[in-house]
């Protein structure tokens, strides 16, 4: 029985549910069941982490299905863990010794990993506490670590097979250096950002036989690097080189001799079609140093100075040397002139350092052979992503992807399994640590210092957190998985990377499906930073409104290829809702103090009221709606059809409507009848709510009067139509009720009638089912509607409004009621007013440039008081027409 005197405290139960969960192992899945599988990975938090609003939307999304799946009768698999987070777990560590005053180089290598051990193991469960919190239920007795012991032997299985495949290789290319993380990054991890910078057109004298006869201009964003130049490109197409004298130019500053050589890269467009080439600081200069056979000066070393090849400038920070030889450049008459310029510059995704191209040996993936694989399971079908238009952004990434840069030279991660010989140069990569070299015999050997990307272990997760390389029963009953939900922003580094590796090592896709979702931004549509301060904190929501209430408004608001707008306001609106499924099973439980419940047998002899079939009707609809729009990923669809059946149809009409039946003792078997049928709506409407409010409709159906068909609601069956069958005589009966009781209160709005006022009703019929449906509900209609005598009639009375509906047409006398005269003149001017706000509006919208340079937010606020007051003068005309035809 719930407390009469008390309201929902979501504070109260949600831990004692979610311990409940837990003791009773409630998530586990079983491999050998036979029932249907259905399985989710979760994409793994960083072990840093700590819950913002995208974990919380993602981990929500997840569960929902997972619920969902549950009562669908799948054995259903949500596979949890957390990322090592390489990059980012290092540097948290790195800070958190420099509070003791302790630096990572004094402590070594392997005291420092077993710092980070000890702090993983102290501080990195608190995002897993977190999830469980907003009420995920995963089966966490199979937490995972991407460097736990079986995870780590998975990726050196993956390592040593793509090694021994030629599709791993060891070798110089330009890689994306973080000078200040000290290490290699992958063209995703460099984050491109519009900065301010300058545009320098240099003079390149020829050279040769035609020194001092004239030069070549060339445009640079980073003339610090030319120290590295080895030739001079045009494209030889470009007319304004077609008569070029020369063959040679000479490097400014440094006087070295450059080849001009022709290639079809240089833009016609850009600058002045002339490009310097330095393959040792620019990824696309590397490609044309390939194709054309240059040589690779280095000038810069991993700190981001100037090296000894650098002559006078060695030493120098690379922003300062591109001050000085800007200086030198113009002293000499070399500089022609510089630009202010706005361009995209690759940023580490970690600490924003401006990234730095540089010339490196390190370990790739040869990406294009994999990557072609993974194009075809989407093309395929094997693969679905939702909504499709990702598909386009999928299939380019792939269709244009380089080699994948995996060595990483930091510390905390999965050391490459490759050993070098120091006696004879070779290069041992192997399962195991080899004892000896294997071509000179020479031992020891000494292990690659580098460590593997992050996304390298993350790719194998569909497959290494159910054992694989074994074949494990989780790998035959749950791979491959059924959903992916994830975010847009991760759709290259860890989505197309576990397609490729899926497809590679287990001969099938990962996913069957793929969900993207998009951002969580603040009210005003802005993306959240603490800078901005407009971050929200998932906890302290979770603290103030619940988590059902914190669930369901994500939920509301997840449309696909649409960012959520987060706002206290919005989720106090379904912390309001989770009140409204209170109110209603306490209404319940407060009817057996005075009616008992009816037995098996008297159910079965006392027929349903009309209300009561009706009701089972739209829970059968309502389920059936739902369930199709969650197949589909249209969660905000799911949610809405949730939320209207409860608020406005079990709780504002059939908790209505049934209390006449509660309340008529003179009829105990109908009043105990209908209080059991009662319990049995609350029972499947619960089901409905629990996917999205877990906490909420778990604690109600506890309380539910036995017997239960299973321990918990989570595995309680999904409504459907053998539960809950279609009435359609049930449907258009109670239909009709509804809409004749709207009708009159829509008069009563429009013609601005007291909600207290009695009001007669005239009907005239055309259809004899529907005047015998009104008649049986003659005493719940003037109940509803506070009407006074009702009459059926075949003339169409004067000052009457008038409301048309299937069968029959509604008249309320109006006589004394209103005065036409003085509401007339109060529509004209209220239609006054909400033109004007649409005049404002759409001169607003129109106005030349608004569109282009107004925030994206203000343009929606602008367009929806556009459409709200078009709409409300739609209302307006409706009531004046009205008012004129009486």
């Not at 109060?826 to 106005?847: G, V």
Request: glycine share 6%; with cysteine; aromatic share 10%.
């Amino acid at each position: 029985m719930l407390d009469p005197e008390k309201g929902y405290q979501p504070a109260a139960i949600e831990e004692e549910i979610y311990r409940w969960w837990e003791d009773k192992n409630l998530f586990h899945a079983n491999p050998a069941s036979s029932k249907p599988a259905y399985s989710i990975v979760i994409p793994p938090p960083n072990v840093t982490g700590q819950l913002h609003v995208g974990h919380a939307l993602d981990n929500t999304l997840q569960d929902i299905l997972c619920r969902f799946k549950r009562m669908q009768g799948y054995e259903v698999l949500w596979m949890p863990g957390t990322d090592h987070a390489g990059i980012a777990t290092q540097n948290v560590v790195e800070r958190f010794l420099a509070g003791q005053n302790i630096s990572r180089h004094a402590l070594g290598r392997e005291k420092f990993v077993e710092q980070v051990w000890a702090w993983k193991e102290e501080y990195g469960g608190k995002i897993i506490s977190q999830l469980k919190r907003l009420g995920a239920s995963c089966d966490w007795p199979r937490l995972r670590f991407t460097m736990d012991e079986g995870l780590s032997r998975a990726v050196r299985e993956v390592f040593v097979s793509l090694y021994e495949q030629g599709l791993i290789y060891r070798g110089d290319y330009i890689i994306n250096w973080c000078p200040r993380c000290q290490t290699a990054l992958s063209d995703l991890e460099s984050e491109h950002k519009e900065i301010e910078g300058g545009l320098y057109y240099i003079k390149y004298p020829y050279g040769g036989d035609k020194e001092g006869q004239g030069h070549i201009v060339v445009a640079t964003t980073r003339p610090e690097t030319m120290l590295g130049d080895v030739a001079v490109a045009i494209n030889q197409a470009d007319k304004r080189y077609c008569h070029l004298p020369a063959k040679q130019v000479r490097l400014p500053l440094v006087g070295r001799l450059l080849p001009i050589i022709y290639d079809d890269y240089v833009s016609l467009e850009f600058g002045t079609g002339a490009l310097k080439v330095t393959p040792a600081h620019d990824p696309n200069d590397f490609d044309l140093g390939v194709r054309h056979n240059l040589p690779r000066i280095k000038i810069m070393d991993e700190e981001g100075r100037i090296g000894a090849l650098g002559g006078i400038y060695a030493g120098l920070d690379r922003f300062e040397a591109r001050a000085r030889i800007v200086r030198d450049l113009e002293e000499q008459g070399f500089l022609l002139k510089q630009e202010k310029i706005k361009h995209s510059v690759g940023h580490c995704y970690r600490c924003s350092t401006i990234v730095e191209p540089l010339l490196s040996k390190q370990w790739f993936v040869r990406a294009k052979p994999l990557a072609q694989a993974a194009l075809s399971a989407v093309e395929k079908g094997e693969s679905k992503i939702y909504p499709p238009m990702w598909e386009k952004t999928y299939f380019e990434w792939l269709r244009n992807i380089r080699d994948w840069c995996v060595s990483r030279q930091i510390w905390w991660g999965h050391r490459i399994p490759a050993w070098y010989c120091d006696e004879c140069g070779e290069v041992t990569v192997a399962r195991s640590e080899p004892k000896k070299c294997p071509q000179c015999k020479h031992q020891p050997l000494r292990q690659e210092e580098d460590v593997l990307d992050t996304w390298f272990s993350s790719a194998l997760w569909p497959f290494s957190t159910m054992g694989w390389p074994d074949k494990t029963p989780e790998l035959k009953k749950f791979y491959p998985t059924s959903c992916l939900v994830t975010g847009f922003d991760i759709l290259f580094f860890w989505v197309a990377r576990m397609m490729m590796m899926g497809v590679r090592f287990m001969r099938e896709a990962p996913f069957k499906d793929i969900c993207i979702h998009a951002l969580v931004r603040d009210a005003q549509g802005q993306k959240m930073s603490k800078s901005k301060g407009n971050v929200m904190d998932p906890l302290e929501i979770i603290d103030d409104y619940g988590a059902d209430a914190f669930r369901f408004t994500l939920a509301a608001f997840a449309a696909q290829g649409r960012d959520i707008k987060l706002s206290n306001q919005r989720i106090a609106g379904y912390r309001n809702f989770a009140n409204k499924i209170w109110n209603a099973a306490r209404f319940a439980f407060m009817q057996t103090e005075k009616t008992p419940l009816a037995p098996p047998d008297l159910l079965t002899q006392q027929a349903p009221l009309p209300e009561e079939r009706w009701i089972l009707s739209r829970i059968g609809q309502t389920a059936e709606q739902a369930a199709g729009f969650l197949d589909e990923y249209r969660f905000n669809d799911a949610a809405a059809q949730v939320y209207h059946f409860i608020w406005h149809e079990f709780c504002d009409w059939y908790l209505e409507l049934i209390k006449v039946a509660l309340n008529d003792q003179s009829d105990s078997r109908q009043q105990s009848a209908s209080l059991s049928r009662l319990f049995i709506n609350l029972d499947l409407s619960l089901r409905l709510v629990h996917p999205f409010m877990p906490f909420i409709s778990e604690y109600l159906w506890q309380k539910l009067p036995s017997p239960r068909v299973s321990e918990s609601i989570m595995h309680a069956p999904w409504p459907n139509r053998a539960l809950a069958p279609y009435d359609q005589t049930a449907e258009q009966y109670i239909g009709l009720m509804m809409d004749t009781v709207g009708a009159v209160r829509n008069i009563r709005g429009e013609m601005g009638i007291s909600p207290a006022q009695e009001l007669d009703l005239q009907i005239m019929v055309y259809d004899r089912a529907a005047q015998d449906a009104l008649l049986a509900q003659s005493k719940r209609l003037k109940s509803l509607a506070r009407l006074g005598n009702i009459l059926y009639i075949n003339e169409v009375p004067g000052l009457a409004a008038a409301a048309p509906l299937a069968g029959v047409t509604l008249y309320v006398p109006l006589a004394g009621l209103v005065d036409v005269d003085k509401e007339t003149a109060r529509l004209h001017k209220e239609i006054d007013k909400q033109e004007k706000q649409a005049r404002q509006s759409a001169r607003k919208l129109d106005t030349p440039g608004f569109r282009n340079t107004a925030p994206q937010e203000v343009i929606e606020t602008e367009e929806e008081k556009l459409r709200q007051a078009q709409s409300v003068l739609k209302r307006l005309h409706a009531n004046l027409e009205r008012l004129r035809s009486l």
